[in-house]
């Protein structure tokens, strides 16, 4: 048999001996895999509360094998309290930091013994980013089983763990406020993480619709709390001033959509006496249970309706 000057050579057995070893090996193979499932289902299967068996080995040589207890899960510890927070995150295609916030609040709250669920408010209409709906949205699908809101930007992460994050039950809690935020300073600021009862926010009549592209609703919103006669809480005896947070926003890279079209530059310093909960349109698209780094989380796709009579400014000329 001639081989070639460019491939090493090898053995080769006669046809008979090459047969007889590839079925004795593949025979081997079989029964040590059986052998290894046999040993794993009788090392998996052993009930603790059977009775054990009569060993006459000395107490030294007893296996030291026992069952490991598992942690009792966060809704059924008291410890943790009665409340159970909505951590609501408007989002649209800010994969890299939402790959870093999931995580990182989820462990972030853990250890605080918040309950809480995140849900990630995903715009995938082709009208312009729209941060106070996606946030109604949050508050109309966050369930039964939440009692409170985190208005919460993605891009934006708690370092102080003395930060509180409960239930504000005297009234909304700012707590990213303007001496603590490394960028936005100015006292009627309300905006990157505010926590609000439901009943509270429906007070409100949550956020308005009208404010399409970057900025302003949360402005907006100060003045709805000021109209609904809440009294607004911040953060007192946090020594960490502007480095309090980590804000992961690059403007170089990311830049926002700050453009004001036609009537919007007059529109965006007014009060939205009617609009909110009561006048928002929007259809789910998917719903999706994901886990990022261990940690859980609901995406929300939504899209929403704009009506161009209203609010033109929705797409951009």
């Known amino acids: ?9 090898v053995l080769y057995f006669k046809e008979e001996r090459r047969r007889c070893t590839v079925y004795k090996l593949f025979g081997l193979c079989m029964l040590l895999l ?6 794993l289902q009788l090392s998996c299967s052993a009930d603790p509360s059977s009775p054990p068996q009569h060993d006459t080995r000395a107490p030294q040589e007893q296996p030291a094998l026992r069952p490991c207890p598992a942690a009792p899960p966060a809704e059924e510890d008291p410890s943790w309290g009665p409340h159970k927070m909505a951590l609501v995150v408007p989002f649209r295609e800010r994969f890299e930091e939402l790959l870093v916030f999931v995580p990182f609040l989820h462990a972030f709250l853990n250890k605080k013994k918040i309950r809480h669920k995140i849900l990630v408010i995903n715009q995938v209409d082709h009208y312009r980013f729209n941060r106070a709906s996606l946030i109604n949205v949050g508050y109309l699908e966050s369930g039964n089983d939440t009692d409170y809101l985190a208005m919460h930007d993605v891009d934006l992460l708690p370092l102080n ?4 994050y409960g239930f504000p039950e005297d009234g909304p809690f700012h707590v990213a406020s303007p001496e603590l935020h490394p960028l936005y300073h100015y006292k009627t600021y309300v905006g990157g993480i505010l926590l609000l009862t439901k009943k509270h926010y429906r007070m409100c009549n ?3 619709n009208r404010f399409w592209g970057w900025g302003r609703e949360d402005d907006e919103f100060y003045r709805r709390l000021r109209k609904a006669e809440l009294q607004l809480y911040r953060p007192s005896g946090i020594t960490t001033g502007s480095k309090t947070f980590l804000h992961l926003h690059d403007p170089a890279w990311r830049k926002r959509d700050q453009k004001r079209v036609a009537s ?18 929007y259809a789910v698209e998917s719903r999706q249970e994901l886990t990022i780094g261990g940690a859980p989380c609901t995406v929300i796709s939504t899209k929403l309706e704009c009506d161009q009579s209203q609010t033109p400014w929705c797409l951009l000329g």
Request: glycine share 8%; aromatic share 8%; net charge positive.
């Open 1 to 9: 048999m001639m081989y070639s000057s460019r491939r090493k050579p």
């Open 264 to 281: 919007q530059k007059q529109e965006q310093f007014k009060v939205d006496l009617e609009g909110g909960l009561t006048n928002l349109r």
């Open 161 to 164: 763990e003395a930060l509180d």
């Open 206 to 208: 949550g956020m308005s």
């Open 34 to 39: 059986l052998a290894s499932l046999l040993w």
